[in-house]
Every structure is written in structure tokens, then in C-alpha cells.
């Protein structure tokens, strides 16, 4: 029996020399103790120190493929990623502050993730190969690494030259293996088939569940962990609805702002609860994962959460949650493994157990590439090379146990035509000790393979003591002659067959065959599988239904994937009043989602359409929407056709009709989009969605220097380019103290002038058709517009 299993140990943010050695321990042991399938995820892979550093070894490297390759590893497909590099690079682009676990790289490194992006989407190492190999400069390759905080340029905290190139090797080793393995297509997992019961069990979901168990033995740590997750804000976290975000990196967040808030107000806060709240959202966030792969072995019953909603009787769960919790608590080195934030510090595996590396980071990688260094370095490289060498063994091992048994016929889980998947558990004993037999048989039938040539070694020898009787009176033979004759001969005869007789051995083959193939049986006779099992045998034998799969069969652009997060988060702007110009609707509130993305796509391909958000800025958001064609309109054959809009991204702007000593206030300002000057009344976007009288104060302030005297009078909204954005603006009267103009924004002067030189001014271009081509900016005619119908009423 083959399951297809997924490794807690292998987590991205398990990142400690012991936690990497554990993650590495247990993906052998499940290969060549259970002959299971372990099943990765993309995180695990592309987000793993374990990962980025080991791949830097070729034969860990290769060993690893060939793992891949065999069909013993597998990575499971999610959402719309179908390869490892496709997922790297979504997530490399997605507007969001993302934590990477195990790679030295920061969110705010642009440059750097620019570089990696081109790398895999041109699939082209060169260009990091340059920076390593020396063809730029020092400080060509250290500008790489500069962070963007706040809008500025900011050096980077690790500045030295060696450091930065031996990071740039490693992610080119590293994104060297992404690529090979993006090209097999043949390792690659179906996402799971979603239906209400999946979409439901997330890491909220997984959460809630986990923090409805009991803590037991008065286990106060426990106690003061929820209490730190329940004190989330509902948009990340919310107990009552098991509600909020799935992205771990927001939990993260979340509870650091939380504990770094405390330990402002009390320095003697105590750190362990909030880590011991971010190992339980680690845990739970491994939960979701696992649930998400088709078909996974879990090592509980599924079962008891669609059972019934009372944790007393989520038995296998309580149990495998509170022992894998204990488990990975109790490894220690908790400082180093919570509440970390991003950096570009990098350890290569190995290096924690040295007081001194700090000092010496930066030689410690010179070696690579540039020759000896002291004496202190040189030690600390040999021992990093015995650590590392241990991790190779463990993994060549594994590899050349499981070739001697067809692997890649063993890896297709056996109970496929079952249609359902058994428990882990579930006659794990019978299961391993059939595996190693199965092991032990094909070693032996190896060792069978040799006997054919070393019986013809033998005859050849009994050939040879023939010919010596029959020659010894003409020829002196001697033990060196005889000997050298006899090898040579056997070697060339058993080499001659080998041609010819498939499966049959040289004599040199056959020998170091025989050591190898003894070595490994006893390897293998005397070995006791350790992997994780859940203590609880409650119901071994439950299986969960057989998930079929939901094939990937298109690829979201990146603008079609924020307009649908765009539909989803401001539904407003996406109403069908009357059915007129009826944009199609691609979240899941439209049942035909898919076919109409799918329309979309394929009409990008065909017609050279953009649909989706083309653009974002602080200030405005450039969509274009799908426009459902109506059915009779013979002349386009298309479902959609293309209508372009301006978004405010953050909300509605303002504009204040100021009023200085009883006349009105206009900037002479200088506006980008028609190139020229303009008179015109204070305004400005909503940056950052602001109350509109706050964002009212702000724009005054800014551009003339000057606060109300009065409460702001509300005159109305208005929305002068309907045909080109969405956009309003909110419309007040605002008497002011003084005005003191300012440089900025284009701003050259201010005039103040009386209501009627304002209407002259506006009469004077009407008659003329061109008049002071100053005045004729829409939003501060529809704003005196507004003024005047409430003078009139007053």
C-alpha cells in the first residue's frame, strides 16, 4: 500500500541546522522505511533554507531530481500554479509583504526580485551567473541588494561584497533545480476538487479547531497563547466566525505588532506566549496545507470535524495536534525560530553551533571564490563539509536503495482504484516491513545477476589450471603470470558478453557489485523505520472519499487576477443598473466564472485584448472591464468587448471652494495631464481613505497654507468625466483664515477675485471660444456651480 504523504518536518520555517536535519531525516525515512510518496508543496521547496542550501550540492542536487524523477517526490498544483517557477514568480509579484522563511531576501529588495523574475521568466541564469562569476562591478552587484522603505533608497544592512556573492550562488543553485524541475511534467499533483466542505477547512477554520482543544495539565502557556491569537484583529483572525486571513505572513505580522506593542508599554512583557502562538499558527497553517493536497494520508480522522462540532470528540486530532505541538516546542532554540523578521543574514547549514561566525560572516565565504584564508575559516569550512556530508550520504543512500526496486512503478498510490484514502496509520506495520522485503528481494535477485559471470570466472579458472598442466613443460608459469592472464581474460570474455547478453555482468562489475549489494542488504536488514505517527490508533481503519482532482486548464494573467480581487473587494463599482452595458461578473457569485475567465483569455490571445487592472498607483487605478455583448449584435461575434475607467484607488477626492475676506480663492497651477496652466479651486485624491472633512483639511493646508474658520459646508458631489472614470468628488464651501501659496504640486500662485470677475472670466471665454484658456477646468466649474445653488438658498 502507497500513500501519498505530506511532512510537517519539512515546513518552510523550520530553518535551524537540527530542524533541517529532522526535515531531511523524515523524507528518507518515509521513502525507503514505508515506500510511501511524500508530496511537497510549493512553499516548501522555493521557500526553505533546508532547500537553499543543500541544492548548492551537485550531488544532493541530483540526487534530489532523480527523487523527483522516480516518482517518489511529488509537488501538489495549487490554485492556478502548475510549476514550481510559475509559483515563485506569483509570488514574487503579488503586492503584499511577504516573509521569506529560508531565503536571505527581503520584500522591500526590488531589484533583487527583478532580477530573480527575469531569471525565470526568460528562463536565463546568465545574468545572475554574471554578477557571481565577477563580470560586474563590486558595487553594481551590492546595489542589487538596496531596499525600497518608505518610498526612499535604503543601503543594506549586510554590505559586504563576498556575502552578497555567495547569496547570488546559492539562489542560482537553487533556481537552477526550480527550472529542471519545471520541465518535468510528470511530478505534478492536481489541486484538490473544491467544494463547500473544502473551501471551508483554511487556516481560520484549521485555527478555530485547534484553539476550541482543552490545554492539558493546567498547561498555562497554552492559556496565554490563545488569549494572544484571540486578541487578533478580526480581518486576520476571528474566533467566534473562524473567519480571517489564510496567509500565514499576516498572522506573523499580526502577532509580532502585538508583541512588540506590549513590550513598548512593559519591557519585562513576557516573548513566550506570542511564540507559542506563532508555533500554533505554523502548525495549523501545516493542516491546511496538508488538507489541500489530493488525497494526503493525515494522521487523523477528517471525519470527526464533519461528524459533529464538539471538540470532545475530535479525538485523533486532539491527540496528533497536542503531541506534533509538543514535538516541535520541545526542539528548543526558540528565540531563533519565532518572532524573526526578514533579513539578509544568511547561515550556511551547519554554521549555528559557531560563537565566531558573526565576526568572520563575511570571510567565511571567500573560499569559493577567491582561495585560503586563515586558519580559523578553513576549520569552519571542513566542518561544514562533514555536516553537509552527512545530509548527502543520508539522501545518496536513499536514492540507491530504492533503484534497486522499480521505484517508479511503486510510487502510483495502490489504492487509486479504491476510491478512498486510508488513514496513515492504517497497517503502517504490515506496510514497511513489505516494503524493506521488498527491498531485501531486489538486492538479492542484484546478487543473483553476478553469479552468471563469476561461474564463467570460475570455469575460466578451471580452464587455466588445465592449460598450465598442459603447458608447464614449455612455458615457466609463474603465480604473477597466472594470475594477470586469468584477469585479463575473464574481464575481456565477461566484458564481450555483456554486449551481447542483457543483464549480464563484467567480472569487475560483478565484484564491486557483490561489496555494494552486501553493504546495502545489511543496511537495509538492520534498519528500524522512525517516522511521525499519531499514538491514537482510534479508528486506524477509516478511510476519507477519494477526491478526483480540478485540472489547471488555464493560467490567470496577473491583471485578471487583481481585477477579480477588485470585484470581490468593491463590489460597487461593478453594479449592472437596468442591464446596460452589463459587465461579467468573474468571482465565484457567477457560476459560469470559469467560462467567462476562460472567454476573456482566449480573446486576449486572439484579438490582443488587455482585460483585467492594467495599472495601479497611489492615486488611480486603470481597468478594463469585460462588456457582455448583447446576443442580437450580429456584427460582434465575441461575448465581451473592452471599455476602459479611471479608479480612484483610494475612495473619493475633494474639492474645498475657498473663501478668503468674501472672495474666492483659485491656484494658478501648472496640470500635468493637458500640459498647461490652470485656474482652479483646492482639490486633491483621497490617498489615504481619509474621512472626507479630514482629507478636506489636509488638501487646504497643503496647497494654501490655511485652516477654516468655520465648519466646512457640504454643497454636494459631482462627477465631471463620467465617460473616462468613476471617480466623484466631494464638494465644500470652506471660508479660510489666510492664504499662503506654496511650490509644490505645480502650484505657481494663488489669486483671490469677487464672484462677479468670476463669471466675467467664464463669459469672456464662452463668447470668445478661446478667452483666458486658463479658466476651464471641469471641477471647479461644477464646483462654483454647486456654490451658487446653495448662495441662492442662503
Not at 82 to 89: H, P
Not at 252 to 265: C, P, V, W
Not at 485 to 492: A, K, N, S
Not at 638 to 664: C, F, M, N, Q, W
Request: proline share 3%; glycine share 4%.
Amino acid at each position: 500500500m502507497n500513500k501519498l504523504v505530506y511532512l510537517f518536518e519539512l515546513d518552510s520555517v523550520r530553518k535551524t541546522d537540527k530542524e533541517i536535519w529532522e526535515g531531511q531525516k523524515a523524507l528518507c525515512e518515509e521513502l525507503r522505511g514505508n515506500g510511501n510518496t511524500v508530496v511537497l508543496t510549493f512553499n516548501q521547496l522555493v521557500d526553505s533554507r533546508a532547500f537553499f542550501c543543500l541544492l548548492a550540492d551537485e550531488e544532493y542536487a541530483r540526487d534530489l531530481v532523480h527523487l523527483f524523477e522516480i516518482g517518489v517526490i511529488r509537488i501538489s498544483q495549487f490554485g492556478d500554479n502548475r510549476t514550481i517557477s510559475q509559483y515563485l514568480l506569483n509570488s514574487l509579484s503579488q503586492d503584499r509583504e511577504f516573509i521569506y522563511s529560508g531565503w536571505p531576501l527581503k520584500s522591500t529588495q526590488k531589484r533583487l526580485i527583478a532580477l530573480i523574475r527575469r531569471s525565470l521568466t526568460y528562463s536565463d541564469l546568465t545574468e545572475i551567473s554574471d554578477y557571481v562569476n565577477g563580470v560586474y562591478s563590486k558595487e553594481e552587484l551590492l546595489d542589487l541588494f538596496v531596499e525600497v522603505k518608505d518610498g526612499k533608497e535604503v543601503r543594506p544592512e549586510m554590505k559586504n561584497y563576498h556575502e552578497c556573492r555567495f547569496i547570488l550562488w546559492k539562489m542560482y543553485n537553487l533556481l537552477k533545480t526550480v527550472l529542471r524541475l519545471s520541465f518535468i511534467h510528470t511530478i505534478y499533483i492536481d489541486p484538490r476538487k473544491g467544494d463547500t466542505q473544502d473551501r471551508a477547512m483554511n487556516l481560520p477554520k484549521f485555527l478555530h479547531n485547534a484553539l476550541s482543544l482543552k490545554s492539558s495539565g493546567g498547561n498555562t502557556l497554552w492559556d496565554k497563547a490563545v488569549a494572544v491569537l484571540n486578541d487578533l484583529d478580526d480581518a486576520v483572525f476571528c474566533f467566534e466566525e473562524s473567519s480571517g486571513s489564510a496567509d500565514r505572513s499576516v498572522y506573523y505580522h499580526a502577532i509580532r505588532s502585538k508583541y512588540d506593542q506590549a513590550a513598548a508599554e512593559d519591557e519585562n512583557t513576557d516573548k513566550e506566549p506570542y511564540q507559542y502562538a506563532e508555533a500554533i499558527v505554523d502548525l495549523c497553517y501545516n493542516y491546511q496545507l496538508e488538507y489541500s493536497i489530493c488525497n494526503s494520508s493525515k494522521h487523523y480522522n477528517i471525519n470527526e470535524f464533519l461528524a459533529a462540532d464538539e471538540p470532545e470528540s475530535w479525538v485523533t486530532f486532539r491527540e496528533d495536534f497536542r503531541a506534533r505541538l509538543k514535538q516541535t516546542w520541545d526542539m528548543g532554540d526558540i528565540d531563533r525560530r519565532y518572532l524573526l523578521d526578514e533579513t539578509n543574514l544568511f547561515l550556511e547549514y551547519g554554521e549555528e553551533k559557531w560563537a565566531e561566525v558573526e565576526k568572520i560572516a563575511g570571510r567565511l565565504y571567500i573560499p569559493i571564490f577567491e582561495g585560503a584564508v586563515d586558519k580559523t575559516v578553513d576549520r569552519i569550512r571542513k566542518d561544514l563539509k562533514r555536516e553537509l556530508k552527512k545530509v548527502t550520504k543520508l539522501m545518496s543512500e536513499t536514492v540507491r536503495l530504492l533503484d534497486y526496486m522499480n521505484a517508479k512503478k511503486e510510487a502510483e498510490p495502490t489504492d487509486k482504484e479504491e476510491k478512498f484514502v486510508y488513514r496513515y496509520e492504517h497497517e503502517l506495520r504490515s506496510q514497511s516491513r513489505k516494503h524493506k522485503t521488498r527491498i531485501e528481494a531486489s538486492i538479492g535477485k542484484n546478487l543473483l545477476l553476478t553469479l552468471p559471470s563469476i561461474a564463467v570466472a570460475c570455469g575460466l579458472e578451471f580452464a587455466m589450471q588445465y592449460l598450465q598442466a598442459f603447458t608447464e613443460r614449455f612455458i615457466p608459469w609463474n603465480f604473477f603470470t597466472e594470475t594477470l592472464i586469468f584477469l585479463v581474460v575473464t574481464e575481456f570474455i565477461t566484458w564481450a558478453l555483456s554486449k551481447f547478453i542483457p543483464g549480464f555482468l563484467s567480472l569487475s562489475d560483478a565484484v564491486g557489485n557483490v561489496r555494494k549489494l552486501i553493504r546495502d542488504f545489511a543496511i537495509t536488514w538492520a534498519h528500524n523505520v522512525d517516522t511521525y505517527r499519531n499514538t491514537c490508533k482510534v479508528n486506524t481503519s477509516m478511510t476519507e472519499r477519494y477526491n478526483q482532482g480540478s485540472h489547471i486548464d488555464y493560467i490567470l494573467t496577473e491583471p485578471i487576477k487583481k481585477y477579480i480581487r477588485l470585484q470581490k473587494d468593491r463590489p460597487e463599482l461593478f453594479v449592472n443598473p437596468k442591464e446596460i452595458m452589463k459587465v461579467e461578473t468573474v468571482t465565484n457569485k457567477n457560476p459560469n466564472s470559469r467560462d467567462a475567465i476562460k472567454n476573456m483569455l482566449r480573446m486576449e490571445e486572439i484579438y490582443g485584448y488587455h482585460f483585467g487592472v492594467i495599472y495601479r498607483s497611489e492615486y488611480n487605478t486603470w481597468v478594463v472591464d469585460p462588456i457582455i455583448n448583447k446576443p442580437k449584435n450580429e456584427k460582434k461575434t465575441s461575448p465581451y468587448y473592452t471599455y476602459e475607467r479611471a479608479i480612484p484607488t483610494g475612495g473619493d477626492g475633494t474639492i474645498a471652494v475657498t473663501v478668503h475676506d468674501g472672495k474666492l480663492v483659485l491656484l494658478d497651477q501648472f496640470r500635468h495631464a493637458p500640459r498647461k496652466m490652470q485656474y482652479a479651486f483646492p482639490r486633491g485624491y483621497n490617498e489615504n481613505k481619509l474621512m472626507p472633512l479630514d482629507n478636506l483639511a489636509k488638501e487646504v493646508d497643503e496647497e494654501i497654507g490655511a485652516e477654516s474658520v468655520v465648519k466646512p459646508v457640504y454643497l454636494g458631489k459631482i462627477n465631471p468625466d463620467s465617460g473616462l472614470t468613476s471617480g466623484s468628488a466631494n464638494v465644500y464651501l470652506v471660508n479660510v483664515d489666510k492664504v499662503v501659496p506654496t511650490s509644490d504640486e505645480g502650484i505657481v500662485d494663488t489669486i483671490e477675485i469677487t464672484e462677479q470677475k468670476f463669471e466675467e472670466m467664464i463669459a469672456k471665454k464662452r463668447d470668445s471660444g478661446d478667452g483666458d484658456s486658463h479658466f476651464d477646468d471641469g471641477y471647479t466649474l461644477a464646483a462654483y456651480a454647486l456654490y451658487k445653488e446653495y448662495a441662492a438658498r442662503v
